[in-house]
């Protein structure tokens, strides 16, 4: 990984959020306001708007860097599209080099931007748990290592333990790119150490990555981690 710098930002202010979810009509694209607009509750939709519009301003800072971009884009000028896994890209007309990643739950919004293009870059956001995950739910979650890891702890470290273990695997698939399509249960972590199920993983995922920020406050957890990326890929048939 070069020395370029990424950018996380995480909001939990109701005010913030309101802030940039109110600039949304003015910023947004008509494919992000369609999905916006689906999410029944309005906080949902508030915090899902601020996201979009959050992504497109730290687009904006990063491209004006000197040494980075250079041609300074608009936010409201920044084109989308993805990859046949879903993960979402600046489209190449903008740049090629910039990774993104957007994440909400009520009452909070997290974004992260990589400025490497050979460095992907995954964050996530979630309210705390206020009781651990049950046992069948666990099972599907984590690696029996993180399980026994976990089962010392009492009911309200056991809670945030499981809170922030989601928020990094969540992170990880991200900035890898698979998303659901590779189980919760087959990537662990252990303090810093990311391990991997090799069986469950195609060849092309490189485990080298780093947890580059991670935030507990407010009742919510933020995580955010980068991985390097290999250019060849297979389809998603072929992972699992």
């Known amino acids: 990984m070069n020395g370029s710098k990424p950018l996380a930002a995480v909001l939990t202010s109701k005010e913030d959020i309101e802030l940039l979810a109110n600039q949304s009509t003015q910023i947004l694209d008509a494919e992000e306001s369609r999905k916006t607009s689906l999410l029944k509750n309005h906080e949902d939709r508030m915090c899902s708007r601020a996201a979009h519009v959050l992504k497109r301003l730290m687009l904006t800072i990063m491209d004006g860097q000197p040494g980075i971009g250079g041609a300074r884009i608009k936010p409201q000028e920044w084109r989308f599209g993805h990859t046949i896994y879903g993960k979402p890209l600046v489209h190449p007309s903008c740049s090629s080099i910039y990774h993104f990643s957007i994440s909400h739950t009520r009452g909070g919004v997290a974004c992260a931007v990589s400025p490497d293009i050979g ?50 695997k969540e992170a990880w698939l991200k900035a890898v790119g698979l998303g659901l399509n590779l189980p919760m249960n087959k990537v662990g972590f252990i303090g810093q150490e990311i391990r991997i199920t090799k069986t469950h993983v195609p060849y092309w995922i490189n485990s080298k990555a780093r947890i580059l920020d991670l935030v507990a406050c407010k009742g919510y957890v933020s995580s955010c981690i980068d991985t390097e990326i290999q250019a060849q890929r297979k389809s998603i048939p072929d992972l699992m």
């Open 119 to 168: 460095v992907s870059i995954g964050i996530d956001i979630e309210r705390c748990f206020r009781d651990p995950l049950e046992n069948q739910v666990e099972r599907h979650v984590f690696t029996s290592d993180e399980i026994i890891n976990a089962s010392s702890l009492h009911h309200e470290a056991k809670a945030l333990h499981h809170s922030v273990l989601w928020t990094l």
